[in-house]
Nanobody, 118 residues
Framework: VQLQASGGGLVQPGGSLRLSCAASGSIFSIDSMGWYRRAPGKQRELVATIVSGGSINYGDSVKGRFTISRDNAKNTVYLQMNSLKPEDTAVYYC?????????????WGQGTLVTVSS
């Protein structure tokens, strides 16, 4: 199973970006998908997660600004980021808890850099 993230880049404060992450491979089902981030010199933190039933959880720092969504048919999760701040600068990692025929596994994407700067 592979997770391919895309959509990062450079944006000015107050701007928007949309991240995508597509899961591919021998997937039976995906229980949860989400995004985490690691800013320079900081620990990894939760951005948002969404489970197959639709329940969503956001990190406190992004509530009201970011929106996570999921296309189950495409095994893809999206993160719409609005009102971006310089403190949102980080490498964003896609995560998925995947059920395969060989068991349940936790997968991570390669990370995509988001830089918020004027």
């Amino acid at each position: 199973v592979q997770l391919q993230a895309s959509g990062g880049g450079l944006v000015q404060p107050g701007g928007s970006l949309r991240l995508s992450c597509a899961a591919s491979g021998s997937i039976f089902s995906i229980d949860s998908m989400g995004w985490y981030r690691r800013a320079p010199g900081k620990q990894r933190e939760l951005v948002a997660t969404i489970v197959s039933g639709g329940s969503i959880n956001y990190g406190d720092s992004v509530k009201g600004r970011f929106t996570i969504s999921r296309d189950n048919a495409k095994n893809t999760v999206y993160l719409q980021m609005n009102s971006l701040k310089p403190e949102d600068t980080a490498v964003y990692y896609c995560n998925a808890w995947v059920r395969t025929l060989n068991g349940d596994f936790d997968y991570w994407g390669q990370g995509t850099l988001v830089t918020v700067s004027s």
